[in-house]
């Protein structure tokens, strides 16, 4: 058997139905690789439009032979060729059959296009035909009408020409023909050119405008048309007001504005309010010498220069004017109407005021205070019998609170002076007369605990005489009471007093206008945020109101009465707490009722930005000062202070700057009303001062930063307690007080060795006592040399502890030795005392 015998034949492949084969590939280096083929019999493409043909049925078993069918006659042939094809025709066959069927698909597609393309194109054709007629017929309409149009005015210019020949037939003066002139009618141009372009064949309008035709643009011939810019429009209309004022060129007459120029205005908005360009602007700045840009800064005198070369009026306002001027606000007589009075209760310390007040409310509000003094200013409204208001404020008495006092006088109507039987005229009494002289009101002396068996009320008319006070016993003007608050002696007649002084002053406000008021106390609530107690002066202060006060701007939350309850609206002279400001006003500020938010809020920033400029302006000063200051061992001593109320904080502000003396001064790093806040700690702990509290605590974050830092808190109720101890804190700073007292003098006669280094001088003692171990002063020529002590004192040979005037004794003075014979020797004792402030 040989070789080729010995090798099993390969498997053919074949065309069977969906027979599988493999075909081995073979690649170079050997690679080769086994894919899989399957075969399948060809499909036949058909043309569009050609039905397969049918496949026959199988025949009938008897039969010998099937019925023939034009697809297998052309397959069978292809079979045995197929079982003889290698893969590479195999592959090349299919790839051409793809190739034909793609061919086939493409050919159809364009058939169909070619189809869709025809219809569409005779589509357009019949809709522009369609079109075309259409606007013939809507030309032909709009023709007819212009013409009988045109008819119907030739008419009219007949008949009116005839009628004017008429008239000047019947007229037997030979004057001249007036009749109206009626304009010649011609056919407008865009339909002489609708009635020519049929004739054209033109197609009536720009292709590029043809579109489906619909009855609305058929009707309106216009439609669809580019409508005239503004423009044209404005350039028409000018055109045409030249035309009727005669047809000459003349310029137009340049506008005179009134041009409103702030302090400082930039070029470019002055050009807009003077309406004109900012170039020429400029170039009248660059003439005048000044070379400036459109958005450049110029002053208030360089642009009236500039308004009035241009001709314009100028007209200049201030930054001052964004702020509310309450004095220019005057209300009509007519609107007037009769006010309760506002009457002010002052007096010294102690002298009952406060307990006066809680008899004629029925109250007691001295059981509240700290010490039993009054801290605040509080106020009150209280009914009388005969069913009238009045308005009390009740202020301290204490020297430190002169500000508030000063307040109440300037708020008030009346003033009660307060003077107490069994004390006499006291400093602050004599403060509230002058207070009371300054404000201008009128006074009602009420002379109080005469119930008391060492009282003697004539004992005090006698003292006020000293400070021009005369009473009506004394033939005065000045009406007195004697009163008891305790037992509520003659408070009737006081009140009825009150009440009378009122009626002479004719007090009067509008009530129904926007309010205004006056802040007679504020604080920081730590449930209700910055309050404010006002004094409504005029008009109604309403909830919801919009109002600045101070430099702080706020919407009325709420309206408290002086009873702790809520009302809508407060009248003049009422006492009431304002809920809903930005924060704490300052005593003594005005409360305005504006028209909205904004306004509040103008006028609000204005105000502040002026109170910064003021805090922070430097004062004038020279090199001396400077120099001064720079050499000036004045110890400062910082602290914060927080107080419940706006009124003490000014009264602790100013009573520590009274204790400061030419040694020492008081330096107050912050003054604010509320609570002792984290930021307080902070600022203390990095200055190294401490926190005064006046009816304050620190929150819970700030006791923790306290006990962190370790910050000195210094805690009052009673104003004086805290002026002691801050006097004796720096007295203690400044260390005790040195006193010197001379003992003796003595003259240097002469100078002898004394070791090897030291020198001993001889002396006279011409006054006084030298003593060992005292301080010495040498002074050459009546010059300090050298500041030293006695380290030795010899009398001949001995040492002695004192020589006396008249006597010749030898020193050795300490760490010097410059001493020279006629020197001068000055022997001085130092006592050191206890430093003590006054408290002023």
């Known amino acids: 058997m040989s070789d080729e015998e010995k090798k099993p034949a390969r498997k053919p492949l074949t065309l069977k139905g969906a027979q599988p084969g493999e075909v081995k590939q073979t690649f170079s280096h050997g690679r080769t690789n086994k894919v899989a083929v399957?075969?399948?019999?060809?499909?036949?493409?058909?043309?569009?439009?050609?039905?397969?043909?049918?496949?026959?049925?199988?025949?009938?078993?008897?039969?010998?032979?099937?019925?023939?069918?034009?697809?297998?006659?052309?397959?069978?042939?292809?079979?045995?060729?197929?079982?003889?094809?290698?893969?590479?025709?195999?592959?090349?066959?299919?790839?051409?059959?793809?190739?034909?069927?793609?061919?086939?698909?493409?050919?159809?597609?364009?058939?169909?296009?070619?189809?869709?393309?025809?219809?569409?194109?005779?589509?357009?054709?019949?809709?522009?035909?369609?079109?075309?007629?259409?606007?013939?017929?809507?030309?032909?309409?709009?023709?007819?009408?212009?013409?009988?149009?045109?008819?119907?005015?030739?008419?009219?210019?007949?008949?009116?020409?005839?009628?004017?020949?008429?008239?000047?037939?019947?007229?037997?003066?030979?004057?001249?023909?007036?009749?109206?002139?009626?304009?010649?009618?011609?056919?407008?141009?865009?339909?002489?050119?609708?009635?020519?372009?049929?004739?054209?064949?033109?197609?009536?309008?720009?292709?590029?405008?043809?579109?489906k035709l619909t009855v609305t643009k058929a009707?309106?011939?216009?439609?669809?048309?580019?409508?005239?810019?503004?423009?044209?429009?404005?350039?028409?209309?000018?055109?045409?007001?030249?035309?009727?004022?005669?047809?000459?060129?003349?310029?137009?007459?340049?506008?005179?504005?009134?041009?409103?120029?702030?302090?400082?205005?930039?070029?470019?908005?002055?050009?807009?309010?003077?309406?004109?360009k900012g170039a020429d602007l400029v170039k009248e700045l660059f003439n005048l010498d000044m070379m400036v840009t459109v958005n450049q800064t110029i002053d208030q005198d360089t642009a009236e220069l500039l308004v009035e070369q241009f001709g314009h009026n100028i007209q200049k306002v201030s930054e001052a004017d964004v702020d509310i001027a309450t004095e220019q606000d005057v209300d009509p007589e007519e609107?007037?109407?009769?006010?309760?009075?506002?009457?002010?209760?002052?007096?010294?310390?102690?002298?009952?005021?406060?307990?006066?007040?809680?008899?004629?409310?029925?109250?007691?509000?001295?059981?509240?205070?700290?010490?039993?003094?009054?801290?605040?200013?509080?106020?009150?409204?209280?009914?009388?019998?005969?069913?009238?208001?009045?308005?009390?404020?009740?202020?301290?008495?204490?020297?430190?609170?002169?500000?508030?006092?000063?307040?109440?006088?300037?708020?008030?109507?009346?003033v009660v002076l307060v003077v107490a039987a069994d004390d006499g005229v006291m400093p602050q009494t004599i403060e509230a007369i002058k207070h009371t002289k300054?404000?201008?009101?009128?006074?009602?002396?009420?002379?109080?605990?005469?119930?008391?068996?060492?009282?003697?009320?004539?004992?005090?008319?006698?003292?006020?005489?000293?400070?021009?006070?005369?009473?009506?016993?004394?033939?005065?003007?000045?009406?007195?009471?004697?009163?008891?608050?305790?037992?509520?002696?003659?408070?009737?007649?006081?009140?009825?007093?009150?009440?009378?002084?009122?009626?002479?002053?004719?007090?009067?406000?509008?009530?129904?206008?926007?309010?205004?008021?006056?802040?007679?106390?504020?604080?920081?609530?730590?449930?209700?945020?910055?309050?404010?107690?006002?004094?409504i002066t005029r008009g109604t202060l309403k909830r919801g109101d919009t109002f600045v006060v101070g430099t702080e701007s706020g919407k009325v939350r709420a309206v408290v009465n002086d009873q702790g309850k809520q009302i809508k609206e407060a009248g003049p002279s009422?006492?009431?707490?304002?809920?809903?400001?930005?924060?704490?006003?300052?005593?003594?500020?005005?409360?305005?009722?504006?028209?909205?938010?904004?306004?509040?809020?103008?006028?609000?920033?204005?105000?502040?930005?002026?109170?910064?400029?003021?805090?922070?302006?430097?004062?004038?000063?020279?090199?001396?000062?400077?120099?001064?200051?720079?050499?000036?061992n004045v110890i400062e001593w910082p602290v914060l202070v927080k107080a419940d109320v706006q009124g003490s904080v000014e009264a602790i502000v100013t009573a520590l700057h009274n204790i400061s003396n030419d040694e020492i001064k008081v330096r107050v790093l912050n003054a604010g009303v509320g609570a002792i806040t984290e930021s307080d700690v902070t600022l203390a702990a990095a200055s190294n001062a401490p926190?005064?509290?006046?009816?304050?605590?620190?929150?819970?974050?700030?006791?923790?930063?306290?006990?962190?830092?370790?910050?000195r808190m210094m805690y009052y109720d009673v104003i004086y307690h805290l002026t002691e101890e801050v006097a004796k804190e720096m007295a203690g700073e400044l260390g005790p007080e040195r006193i010197e007292t001379v003992v003796g003098r003595a003259e240097v006669k002469q100078v002898f060795k004394s070791g090897k280094r030291d020198k001993a001088a001889g002396l006279l003692v011409e006054e006084g006592v030298i003593r060992k171990g005292l301080f010495a002063r040498l002074t050459r020529e009546d010059v300090i040399v050298s500041a030293t002590t006695i380290a030795s004192l010899r009398r001949f040979k001995d040492d002695v502890d004192e020589v006396r005037a008249g006597l010749e004794c030898g020193v050795v003075l300490e760490d010097t030795n410059d001493v020279q014979a006629g020197d001068q020797l000055e022997v001085f004792e130092v006592e050191e005392r206890e430093r003590t402030l006054e408290v002023g």
């Open 38 to 211: 399957e075969v399948k019999r060809r499909r036949k493409l058909l043309k569009p439009g050609e039905t397969p043909a049918p496949t026959p049925a199988p025949a009938p078993a008897p039969e010998p032979e099937p019925a023939p069918a034009p697809v297998a006659k052309k397959a069978e042939p292809k079979k045995p060729a197929a079982a003889k094809e290698t893969p590479q025709e195999m592959a090349a066959r299919l790839a051409r059959e793809a190739e034909e069927a793609r061919l086939t698909s493409l050919e159809e597609a364009r058939k169909r296009d070619d189809k869709k393309a025809k219809e569409a194109k005779a589509n357009e054709k019949k809709r522009a035909e369609d079109n075309r007629k259409a606007e013939e017929e809507a030309e032909k309409r709009a023709a007819e009408e212009t013409k009988a149009a045109a008819e119907a005015e030739t008419k009219a210019v007949e008949e009116a020409a005839d009628a004017s020949a008429a008239a000047e037939e019947s007229t037997p003066t030979p004057t001249a023909r007036k009749f109206t002139p009626v304009a010649r009618p011609e056919p407008k141009r865009p339909e002489k050119k609708r009635e020519e372009k049929p004739k054209r064949g033109g197609g009536g309008k720009d292709k590029r405008r043809s579109g």
């Open 219 to 276: 009707l309106n011939e216009d439609e669809g048309r580019r409508a005239r810019s503004l423009a044209a429009l404005k350039r028409a209309r000018e055109k045409e007001r030249r035309m009727q004022g005669g047809g000459d060129n003349r310029p137009r007459e340049k506008q005179v504005r009134d041009v409103i120029v702030p302090e400082a205005i930039t070029v470019g908005e002055l050009a807009k309010r003077m309406g004109e």
């Open 335 to 414: 609107t007037l109407k009769p006010r309760p009075p506002v009457v002010t209760i002052m007096g010294h310390v102690d002298h009952g005021k406060t307990s006066l007040l809680d008899a004629l409310r029925g109250t007691n509000v001295t059981k509240g205070e700290a010490g039993g003094i009054t801290q605040h200013i509080g106020s009150y409204q209280i009914d009388t019998k005969s069913g009238g208001k009045i308005t009390f404020l009740d202020t301290p008495g204490h020297a430190a609170f002169t500000e508030m006092r000063q307040r109440g006088a300037n708020v008030t109507d009346i």
């Open 438 to 535: 300054a404000a201008g009101v009128p006074m009602i002396v009420a002379i109080n605990k005469c119930d008391k068996p060492e009282a003697d009320p004539n004992n005090i008319r006698s003292r006020l005489l000293e400070h021009e006070v005369i009473v009506e016993a004394m033939s005065g003007d000045v009406q007195d009471v004697e009163i008891s608050a305790l037992k509520g002696t003659n408070l009737d007649e006081l009140v009825e007093k009150i009440e009378l002084q009122a009626e002479l002053l004719e007090l009067k406000a509008r009530p129904d206008r926007d309010a205004e008021a006056t802040v007679i106390e504020a604080q920081l609530d730590k449930g209700r945020g910055p309050v404010a107690t006002v004094i």
């Open 574 to 632: 009422m006492p009431v707490e304002v809920l809903g400001l930005g924060g704490v006003p300052g005593a003594g500020d005005v409360l305005t009722v504006v028209e909205n938010d904004q306004r509040a809020r103008e006028v609000a920033q204005y105000r502040q930005e002026k109170a910064t400029e003021k805090r922070t302006a430097l004062a004038p000063t020279s090199f001396d000062t400077m120099f001064n200051n720079l050499q000036s």
């Open 691 to 711: 926190i005064i509290g006046f009816n304050v605590r620190p929150n819970a974050k700030a006791r923790d930063m306290v006990k962190r830092d370790n910050v």
